[in-house]
Nanobody
Framework: QVQLVESGGGLVHYGGSLRLSCAASARTSSRYAMGWFRQAPRNGREFVAAISWSGSRTYYSDSVKGRFTISRDNAKNTVYLQMNSLKPEDAAVYYC?????????????????WGQGTQVTVSS
């Protein structure tokens, strides 16, 4: 069972930046796409960004496109989310997870158990 550990969250002012990390315990087989999701209080978990195994394909929700960048370092089994120009509506607990491909991640068809997430708070 792959374990996912998210980190890098915190309190930031409106317009500020944060870089989230997601470390996955080593996989013994297959190559998966990865993605970031978030959940704000009283809201369901929503898709944020996805990246293919090779990193050649990325996909973003409309709400973060142009502000967030997803990347990965397969040698470190780590996925990153660079978040710029943060807004109060970006405040949420952020989670990562995997999928068979980018489309599966976007559709929420994830493969792993959810980690603890990392809290992002944006002050206005």
């Amino acid at each position: 069972q792959v374990q996912l550990v998210e980190s890098g969250g915190g309190l930031v002012h409106y317009g500020g930046s944060l870089r989230l990390s997601c470390a996955a315990s080593a996989r013994t087989s297959s190559r998966y796409a990865m993605g970031w999701f978030r959940q704000a209080p009283r809201n369901g978990r929503e898709f944020v960004a996805a990246i293919s195994w090779s990193g050649s394909r990325t996909y973003y929700s409309d709400s973060v496109k142009g502000r967030f960048t997803i990347s990965r370092d397969n040698a470190k089994n780590t996925v990153y989310l660079q978040m710029n120009s943060l807004k109060p509506e970006d405040a949420a607990v952020y989670y990562c997870n995997s999928g068979l491909d980018v489309g599966a991640v976007v559709a929420g068809r994830t493969l792993d158990s959810w980690g603890q997430g990392t809290q992002v708070t944006v002050s206005s």
